[in-house]
C-alpha cells in the first residue's frame, strides 16, 4: 500500500471481508465491505518475530486479521447503541 485509503462506512446488510498478508518483513490485516477498505492494519515485524519461521509470521497475521474484524465490529455495534 503506497497511500492512504479512504475508509468507507459499513452497511449490515452485506457481508464483511477480512485479508491478511504476512511477508518477510511486515504482517498486515484489511477489513473490505462492499469492495472498500474500512479497517486496516499494518506493522512492520521486530528482530525477534524475524528470527522465528515464516509460519509464525502467517500465524501471528492471522490473529491480528481475526483481532482487527473483532474490534471493529464491536466499536461499530458501541456506536449503533449510541444512536
Do not use: C, N
Not at 473490505?32 to 524475524?50: D, N, Q
Request: hydrophobic share 50%; proline share 4%.
Amino acid at each position: 500500500m503506497t497511500t492512504t485509503p479512504i475508509l468507507a462506512l459499513p452497511y449490515f446488510a452485506r457481508e464483511f471481508v477480512s485479508e491478511s498478508v504476512a511477508s518477510g518483513v511486515v504482517l498486515g490485516a484489511i477489513l473490505i465491505h462492499k469492495g472498500l477498505p474500512i479497517a486496516y492494519f499494518s506493522k512492520a515485524l521486530s528482530e525477534r518475530i524475524l528470527a522465528k519461521s515464516s509460519y509464525f509470521s502467517k500465524v501471528l497475521s492471522k490473529r491480528i486479521q481475526a483481532k482487527l474484524a473483532y474490534e471493529k465490529m464491536m466499536a461499530m455495534a458501541l456506536d449503533i447503541q449510541h444512536w
